[in-house]
């Protein structure tokens, strides 16, 4: 590995979480409903989901899982179905760790947030394909794996901290609007939109 292409990879990680995707919907759609704080959870889950993505590419085991068809459609869509429960939950009102109701914010807690976005990096087949086919490309054989994919799992997720974080705090400037009783509604229909949207698009990638 070196410098120039440790550089583009960091440029086509950075890229690539710029692009509206699963996991920038849900950043957007809790900044939206709870504030940069509270995604700054999601943040972290989806964060979370790429290191544990870094670790099995370094064991080989994302290989046999896209080798076993059924194991990975079943993760795909087990993870979709959940996402498409969540923004239906919020869109009806129903109680969910997206809905804004005074009922449910006492059921609300960081880990759930944490472990819903974990989720959704998880069982999203795009993340999981990028991993294989991109990453090899930046990998010297030559050299210690091991260390070559903790540096670049550094130059990934340390980048994509900042451009989530940027896209909470940008989304939460209209969470504001959600302590005001004629905009609560508004404003968790549109988080629960982005989280089904999350999910579908994971369905059918």
Do not use: D
């Amino acid at each position: 590995m070196n410098w120039e292409n440790l550089a583009l990879f960091t440029v086509t990680e950075a890229a690539m979480s710029l692009s509206p995707g699963p996991a920038v919907m849900m950043v957007v759609a809790y900044g939206i409903a709870r504030g940069w704080r509270t995604s700054l959870f999601v943040t972290l889950g989806i964060l979370s989901g790429n290191a544990i993505f870094f670790l099995l590419s370094a064991t080989g085991l994302s290989g046999v899982l896209l080798a076993s068809p059924q194991l990975f459609l079943g993760i795909k869509y087990l993870g979709a179905a959940y996402l498409v429960y969540l923004g239906l939950s919020a869109i009806t009102g129903r109680p969910s760790p997206i809905t804004l109701s005074r009922l449910s914010e006492n059921t609300l807690s960081p880990r759930r947030i944490y472990l819903n976005a974990l989720m959704l990096q998880l069982t999203n087949p795009k993340t999981m394909l990028t991993f294989v086919a991109i990453l090899p490309q930046f990998i010297n054989l030559q050299q210690p794996v091991g260390w070559q994919m903790l540096i670049l799992a550094v130059c990934s997720i340390v980048p994509e901290f900042f451009i989530l974080l940027a896209y909470g705090m940008l989304a939460s400037k209209a969470s504001h609007l959600a302590t005001q009783e004629r905009y609560a509604l508004i404003t968790e229909r549109i988080a629960g939109v982005l989280v089904l949207l999350a999910g579908v698009m994971i369905a059918i990638v």
